[in-house]
Nanobody
């Protein structure tokens, strides 16, 4: 059974920081591109960042400079460090695992991030 379990969300003031984590089980982690998506109220889910097995990462334009994605293949975890949070970052953040070779992808249940004073 595949599980992606996110943690680290919460309420934070503008300008603050958060670190989201996702623990994966039931997959061969190194075979998967790991990503973080977010969905704000009334908007479509969008890619924030993704990281490949070798550590290369790419980011949405809105995430450049403030978001850092990382992975630990030994611990089957992927993290997202978010700095200088803005109210527009308020959303549910989802962990995602994708294997192009295996044609499989999985989602976590999401973790709420709310940026408000």
């Amino acid at each position: 059974q595949v599980q992606l379990v996110e943690s680290g969300g919460g309420l934070v003031q503008p300008g603050g920081s958060l670190r989201l984590s996702c623990a994966a089980s039931g997959i061969i982690f190194k075979f998967y591109i790991m990503g973080w998506y977010r969905q704000a109220p009334g908007k479509q889910r969008e890619l924030v960042a993704r990281i490949f097995n070798g550590g290369n990462a790419d980011y949405a334009d809105s995430a450049e400079g403030r978001f850092t994605i990382s992975r630990d293949n030994a611990k089957n975890t992927v993290s997202l460090q978010i700095n200088s949070l803005k109210p527009d970052d308020t959303a549910v953040y989802y962990c995602h695992a994708e294997s192009v070779v295996l044609s499989r992808n999985y989602w976590g249940q999401g973790t709420q991030v709310t940026v408000s004073s």
